[in-house]
T-cell receptor, first 114, second 115 residues
Framework: KQEVTQIPAALSVPEGENLVLNCSFT??????LQWFRQDPGKGLTSLLL?????REQTSGRLNASLDKSSGRSTLYIAASQPGDSATYLC?????????????FGQGTTLQVKP | DADVTQTPRNRITKTGKRIMLECSQT?????MYWYRQDPGLGLRLIYY???????NKGEISDGYSVSRQAQAKFSLSLESAIPNQTALYFC??????????????FGPGTRLLVL
C-alpha cells in the first residue's frame, strides 16, 4: 500500500530564506508526483507536476525534484516571502496510471515571517 | 468565476441527518473526485467518476454515496451523518490520465460539522 509522508509538519522561517520541504513515498512504482499549495478557504492549487521519468521541474522560485529509487521528492523555495505562507501537500499517482487517483501526504504548514 | 465550485461552503448538521454536498465544474473535464481532509491525515479519496456512467469507490466510501447528474455535476451524500464525518470535503476534476493534462483542479472545499 502506498504511503506518503511529509516532514516537517510545520516550519517557520524568516523572509528571504531558502527552504526545502520533504516528501517520501513507500512504493517507487509511481506515475507522477504533484506538489500542491493549500490556502485557507481556497482549496488546493497545483504547483508542479513531475512525471516518473523526470528528475525535476521548475516554476519561478520553486523547484521540485524526484528520486524514485529512494522514494523521495523535495520542494525547494528560493528567497521565501510572506505570501508563500500556506500548507504544501505532495501527492503521488499510482503506477497503474489510468485511475488518476492521488495519494496525499499530510502536508507541511509553512509560515514566512516578515 | 471559479472553475470548480462547491456548495455549501460551510454546513452544520446533527447526527442522523441526511445531507448533500454539491460540486459543479466549468472545465469540461470528464473525471471528478470527492476527497475528505482531516487534521494530520491529509486528503483521502471517497469516490471518483470517470464519466456519467462510471462511478467508483475510493479508500473511504463507507457511509457516503454519490451521484453524477451530468458531466459537470457530482454530488456527495451522507445518508445518516455521524460526528466522525466532520471534516473538510473537496471536489476535484481532471481530464486525461496522462502527463500534465492529468492535473487535478480542486474546489474551495466544504467545511462540515456533525454534532
Amino acid at each position: 500500500k502506498q504511503e506518503v509522508t511529509q516532514i516537517p509538519a510545520a516550519l517557520s522561517v524568516p523572509e528571504g530564506e531558502n527552504l526545502v520541504l520533504n516528501c517520501s513515498f513507500t512504493d517507487s512504482a509511481i506515475y507522477n508526483l504533484q506538489w500542491f499549495r493549500q490556502d485557507p478557504g481556497k482549496g488546493l492549487t497545483s504547483l508542479l507536476l513531475i512525471q516518473s521519468s523526470q528528475r525535476e521541474q521548475t516554476s519561478g522560485r520553486l523547484n521540485a525534484s524526484l528520486d524514485k529509487s529512494s522514494g523521495r521528492s523535495t520542494l525547494y523555495i528560493a528567497a521565501s516571502q510572506p505570501g508563500d505562507s500556506a500548507t504544501y501537500l505532495c501527492a503521488v499517482r499510482r503506477g497503474s496510471s489510468n485511475t488518476g487517483k492521488l495519494i496525499f501526504g499530510q502536508g507541511t504548514t509553512l509560515q514566512v515571517k516578515p | 468565476d471559479a472553475d470548480v465550485t462547491q456548495t455549501p461552503r460551510n454546513r452544520i448538521t446533527k447526527t442522523g441527518k441526511r445531507i448533500m454536498l454539491e460540486c459543479s465544474q466549468t472545465k469540461g473535464h470528464d473525471r471528478m473526485y470527492w476527497y475528505r481532509q482531516d487534521p494530520g491525515l491529509g486528503l483521502r479519496l471517497i469516490y471518483y467518476s470517470f464519466d456519467v456512467k462510471d462511478i467508483n469507490k475510493g479508500e473511504i466510501s463507507d457511509g457516503y454515496s454519490v451521484s453524477r447528474q451530468a458531466q459537470a455535476k457530482f454530488s456527495l451524500s451522507l445518508e445518516s451523518a455521524i460526528p466522525n464525518q466532520t471534516a473538510l470535503y473537496f471536489c476535484a476534476t481532471s481530464d486525461a490520465a496522462g502527463g500534465a493534462l492529468g492535473t487535478q483542479y480542486f474546489g474551495p472545499g466544504t467545511r462540515l460539522l456533525v454534532l
